[in-house]
C-alpha cells in the first residue's frame, strides 16, 4: 500500500497515464498530494511528476498540482522536487509564480529557500539545477564548506 493505493492500482494509473489517459492523472495527483515516505515512493514520484508532462490536464489538475508543490516548500526536498519544478514550470499561472517569488523574498527561513529554488526552475531550469546543487552541499555540509 501507498497511502490508501495499492502499487497494482498505482501501476495501472502510471501505464494508462503513459496512454494519456486524463482520469488515470486523477489518481496519479491523489498519490502525489498523499506524499508518502516509504521505501521507494520517491522514485514513484518522481516518475509521477515525469508522467504528467505527456497527459492533457485540466484546470482542476493544474491547480491541484500548483497546490502541491506548495506543499513541497515546507517539507524537505526529495528526489523529485526537480521534476516537480520541471512540470509545474508547464503550468504554472503568473499568480501562481507571484506568489512563490513573494515567499521566496519574504522568508529566510527554509521555506525561503525552497521557494527561491522553486522560482528559479520557473524562469532558467539550468541556473536552478545549478542551485539545487548548491543547496544539496549546504545541506549536507553546512554553509561554507563543500
Do not use: C, N
Not at 497511502?3 to 496512454?19: C, M, Q, V, Y
Not at 521505501?39 to 493544474?62: D, F, N, P
Not at 506543499?71 to 503568473?94: C, D, K, Q, W
Amino acid at each position: 500500500m501507498i497511502g490508501h493505493l495499492t502499487r497494482k492500482e498505482l501501476a495501472i494509473a502510471f501505464r494508462e497515464a503513459a496512454r494519456g489517459d486524463a482520469q488515470a492523472a486523477d489518481t496519479i495527483i491523489e498519490f502525489l498530494g498523499l506524499d508518502p515516505w516509504v521505501l521507494g515512493s520517491g522514485y514513484a514520484k518522481e516518475a509521477a511528476w515525469k508522467l504528467l508532462k505527456r497527459v492533457e490536464l485540466s484546470q482542476a489538475q493544474k491547480a491541484e498540482l500548483q497546490r502541491i508543490a506548495r506543499s513541497y516548500l515546507h517539507r524537505r526536498i526529495g528526489r523529485e522536487f526537480r521534476y516537480m519544478a520541471l512540470m509545474v514550470r508547464r503550468i504554472a499561472t503568473p499568480e501562481f509564480v507571484g506568489e512563490i517569488e513573494a515567499l521566496g523574498r519574504g522568508r529566510a527561513d527554509e521555506v525561503g529557500q525552497r521557494a527561491r529554488l522553486l522560482a528559479a526552475y520557473m524562469h532558467d531550469p539550468r541556473q536552478a539545477r545549478a542551485l539545487q546543487g548548491e543547496y544539496w552541499r549546504r545541506a549536507r555540509y553546512g554553509p561554507g564548506e563543500s
